[in-house]
């Protein structure tokens, strides 16, 4: 046995063994993504890097075995900078989008591509669970949106933008609609929610899924607040608004209306609920409406937690800031939702942050036969009926979508990685970018070999399973590629090994085509 420290830890261990696995034995995580047990382990992302102590020296965990006396770093400041660096490398040599620019570009952050795989596929309770995941009320959205998604859509390079907003509102039809979501159990915390608009809707919705219960006060006669407005206009027909409340109704939220809220009302409110949250619009004076006072002048809601100056009181919505697109107040609804939930756990809110995103930018001509090769030909359907899309039109223009996002976005270990370590995927990049090229001529896979980081463990993997062909590195220097060698499909050279070497794969290389998060 031998005996070594990592982060000042004792720890023993057999001879043979890894410094990544011996840490693994203390509960040190070390990330990695070239490692794979069972395999040689050639180090090559480089992410794994641990400090040797005695010499200063970078060493990959993954394949140094541990000596008697060993005395590592594994979680200072050095350390970070050399993983991070590392990832920031492999990010140069990387095309590929992790999330959909559609999605992106959604205030409330919807995965649209998944929801237009279920719809394209028929079913359609599925694509409204994906809606209901991220939005309180889709059926109002799916009139009143101003689309920004389809402005990002990258079909528009082929012909035209997918009906992503028609699409939402079919989710959102009233034959299906009565869907309700699986609350968590409940937290015993009461919530109050003074105002019944876009943001204010939102916010109950998100926090009572949370398991938290909620009462909306609304001090007109009528519940809905500015969306009343789009209705009044001729936007949102009256019958959509008052369905959605109908739901949320169903849901378990509670509403009050012909309810003033003033200092004295506040200050009852707030003694009773644990939480408030104020989202009466933008007609609002903090400290003549509620008796909310600024801090010496200064801004009296945090930007980022919505939390005011008082304690358990947080503020969402146009009373914050404009809101013109009903979206974004819907938006930040939910997002204020996050910070108070975490509040209600731990005493203090938190700001809201998105995974790390690879990104790459606009398609190139060449590349838009790449991604139709996911999609079908054909213009945009225009819905012959006011009130939307039939299923048959719903299931023609869903089909359109190129599905831009990434089929491993939720097992990336690049990732993982690069949003851990607050990665710069721009640090590196340098001239042009490669092609993004997909290959589909595969039964169970499909490779895309811009988002390999030529980790070897498909090659290693393919020799295991004695595979004629496999695969192997061409190429040399930095214009080394993991291709089929003798310029045959991938369909021959992966006969058997196909599922493991996808499964292995750190990143979106090589993926199932039946992923679950890509199929319907």
Same mark, same amino acid.
């Given at each position: 046995?031998?005996?070594?420290?990592?982060?000042?830890? #004792?720890?023993?261990?057999?001879?043979?063994?890894?410094?990544?696995?011996?840490?693994?034995?203390?509960?040190?995580?070390?990330?990695?993504?070239?490692?794979?047990?069972?395999?040689?382990?050639?180090?090559?992302?480089?992410?794994?890097?641990?400090?040797? &102590?005695? &010499?200063?020296?970078?060493?990959?965990?993954?394949?140094?075995?541990?000596?008697e006396g060993m005395d590592l770093a594994s979680n200072d400041p050095e350390v970070f900078e050399a993983r991070k660096e590392a990832i920031e490398l492999l990010l140069s040599d990387h095309v590929g989008d992790c999330e959909a620019p559609c999605r992106v570009a959604c205030p409330a952050y919807m995965d649209i591509p998944k929801m237009n795989r279920f719809i394209a596929n028929g079913k359609f309770i599925e694509a409204l669970k994906i809606v209901k995941e991220e939005i309180a009320l889709p059926g109002i959205l799916g009139y009143i949106c101003s689309a920004p998604c389809e402005k990002v859509c990258r079909r528009k390079d082929v012909d035209q933008a997918v009906s992503i907003c028609l699409l939402k509102r079919f989710s959102a039809d009233e034959e299906i609609n009565f869907y309700l979501p699986k609350k968590k159990a409940s937290s015993g915390k009461k919530v109050a929610v003074i105002g019944s608009g876009p943001a204010g809707l939102s916010v109950a919705y998100h926090l009572f899924l949370d398991g938290h219960s909620c009462d909306i006060f609304e001090k007109e006669n009528s519940l809905g607040g500015s969306l009343n407005t789009c209705v009044n206009n001729g936007e949102l027909p009256n019958n959509i608004l008052e369905r959605e409340i109908e739901i949320l109704k169903q849901f378990g939220l509670v509403f009050h209306t012909n309810q003033k809220i003033g200092k004295e009302e506040l200050a009852k409110i707030n003694s009773d609920f644990d939480a408030v949250i104020l989202a009466s619009g933008n007609s609002l004076d903090s400290e003549t409406d509620f008796g909310i006072k600024s801090a010496n002048g200064s801004v009296w809601?945090?930007?980022?937690?919505?939390?005011?100056?008082?304690?358990?009181?947080? #503020?969402? =919505?146009s009373i914050i800031r404009f809101q013109k697109m009903a979206v974004k107040a819907v938006a930040m609804g939910k997002e204020c939702a996050w910070s108070v939930d975490e509040y209600l756990k731990k005493g203090e809110g938190k700001?809201?942050?998105?995974?790390?995103?690879?990104?790459?930018?606009?398609?190139?001509?060449? !590349?838009? !036969?790449?991604?139709?090769?996911?999609?079908?030909?054909?213009?945009?359907?225009?819905?012959?009926?006011?009130?939307?899309?039939?299923?048959?039109?719903?299931?023609?223009?869903?089909?359109?979508?190129?599905?831009?996002?990434?089929?491993?976005?939720?097992?990336?270990?690049?990732?993982?990685? #690069?949003?851990?370590?607050?990665?710069?995927?721009?640090?590196?990049?340098? =001239?042009?970018?490669?092609?993004?090229?997909?290959?589909f001529?595969?039964?169970?896979?499909?490779?895309?070999? !811009?988002?390999?980081?030529?980790? =070897?463990?498909?090659?290693?993997? #393919?020799?295991?399973?004695?595979?004629?062909?496999?695969?192997?590195?061409?190429?040399? =220097?930095?214009?080394?590629k993991v291709a089929v060698p003798f310029n045959q499909e991938i369909d021959k050279a992966l006969r058997v090994a196909a599922k493991d070497c996808a499964e292995a794969c750190p990143t979106g290389a090589i993926s199932l085509k039946k992923l679950k998060s890509f199929s319907a």
């Amino acid at each position: 046995m031998l005996k070594l420290r990592i982060d000042n830890i #004792a720890i023993t261990v057999p001879e043979g063994t890894t410094v990544l696995n011996a840490a693994r034995t203390v509960g040190i995580e070390i990330p990695s993504m070239c490692y794979l047990e069972g395999c040689s382990n050639h180090p090559t992302c480089m992410v794994c890097m641990v400090r040797n &102590n005695a &010499n200063q020296q970078m060493l990959p965990s993954c394949a140094t075995k541990v000596t008697e006396g060993m005395d590592l770093a594994s979680n200072d400041p050095e350390v970070f900078e050399a993983r991070k660096e590392a990832i920031e490398l492999l990010l140069s040599d990387h095309v590929g989008d992790c999330e959909a620019p559609c999605r992106v570009a959604c205030p409330a952050y919807m995965d649209i591509p998944k929801m237009n795989r279920f719809i394209a596929n028929g079913k359609f309770i599925e694509a409204l669970k994906i809606v209901k995941e991220e939005i309180a009320l889709p059926g109002i959205l799916g009139y009143i949106c101003s689309a920004p998604c389809e402005k990002v859509c990258r079909r528009k390079d082929v012909d035209q933008a997918v009906s992503i907003c028609l699409l939402k509102r079919f989710s959102a039809d009233e034959e299906i609609n009565f869907y309700l979501p699986k609350k968590k159990a409940s937290s015993g915390k009461k919530v109050a929610v003074i105002g019944s608009g876009p943001a204010g809707l939102s916010v109950a919705y998100h926090l009572f899924l949370d398991g938290h219960s909620c009462d909306i006060f609304e001090k007109e006669n009528s519940l809905g607040g500015s969306l009343n407005t789009c209705v009044n206009n001729g936007e949102l027909p009256n019958n959509i608004l008052e369905r959605e409340i109908e739901i949320l109704k169903q849901f378990g939220l509670v509403f009050h209306t012909n309810q003033k809220i003033g200092k004295e009302e506040l200050a009852k409110i707030n003694s009773d609920f644990d939480a408030v949250i104020l989202a009466s619009g933008n007609s609002l004076d903090s400290e003549t409406d509620f008796g909310i006072k600024s801090a010496n002048g200064s801004v009296w809601i945090d930007q980022d937690t919505f939390a005011t100056n008082s304690k358990g009181i947080f #503020a969402t =919505g146009s009373i914050i800031r404009f809101q013109k697109m009903a979206v974004k107040a819907v938006a930040m609804g939910k997002e204020c939702a996050w910070s108070v939930d975490e509040y209600l756990k731990k005493g203090e809110g938190k700001a809201t942050k998105r995974t790390f995103n690879s990104r790459f930018g606009t398609l190139r001509k060449e !590349e838009l !036969e790449e991604y139709l090769k996911e999609s079908v030909e054909g213009d945009r359907i225009e819905a012959k009926s006011v009130n939307g899309f039939t299923k048959k039109e719903a299931i023609e223009e869903a089909k359109r979508c190129l599905h831009c996002d990434c089929r491993k976005v939720d097992n990336c270990k690049l990732r993982t990685c #690069a949003d851990a370590y607050q990665a710069d995927r721009r640090k590196f990049l340098f =001239g042009e970018r490669n092609n993004v090229v997909k290959y589909f001529n595969h039964q169970s896979i499909i490779y895309e070999p !811009e988002k390999c980081i030529k980790c =070897g463990l498909c090659i290693e993997i #393919a020799e295991k399973y004695k595979e004629q062909t496999g695969l192997t590195n061409i190429g040399r =220097g930095f214009t080394v590629k993991v291709a089929v060698p003798f310029n045959q499909e991938i369909d021959k050279a992966l006969r058997v090994a196909a599922k493991d070497c996808a499964e292995a794969c750190p990143t979106g290389a090589i993926s199932l085509k039946k992923l679950k998060s890509f199929s319907a």
